[in-house]
């Protein structure tokens, strides 16, 4: 069973910039493919951002140049770094784990495991 809890969302402004953390149930990361993704009220989930087990990583188009994925499999950690978030960025971030078909990184269905959810607030 993978466990993963989110934290570092938050209420911040246009612009500024936010960490979110992925904490994983110990030897998470070399078997499972990780990512991102966030739903905002009324929208499904979607694709933000992913890590393979490969090591290759993945990024949507609108926060590409924007937000970096990374880890630290000694913390069991998986992070998100978000710069000059705007207010379409207001959304649950979720962090999802599973064994994921190549063709699927970015289909949230192909993920078994899912956190809580962080709630991040852009204001304009």
């Known amino acids: 069973q993978v466990q993963l809890v989110e934290t570092g969302g938050g209420l911040v402004q246009t612009g500024e910039s936010l960490k979110l953390s992925c904490a994983a149930s110990?030897?998470?990361?070399?078997?499972?493919?990780m990512a991102w993704f966030r739903q905002a009220p009324g929208k499904e989930r979607v694709f933000v951002a992913a890590?393979?087990?490969?090591?290759?990583?993945y990024y949507d188009d609108s926060v590409k140049g924007r937000f970096t994925i990374s880890r630290d499999s000694a913390k069991n950690t998986m992070y998100l770094q978000m710069n000059s978030l705007k207010p379409e960025d207001t959304a649950v971030y979720y962090c999802g784990a599973g064994v994921v078909i190549l063709r699927r990184t970015r289909d949230a269905s192909g993920y078994d495991y899912w956190g809580q959810g962080t709630q991040v607030t852009v204001s304009s």
């Open positions: 110990q030897g998470t990361f070399g078997r499972r493919d």
């Open positions: 890590r393979r087990r490969d090591g290759h990583e």
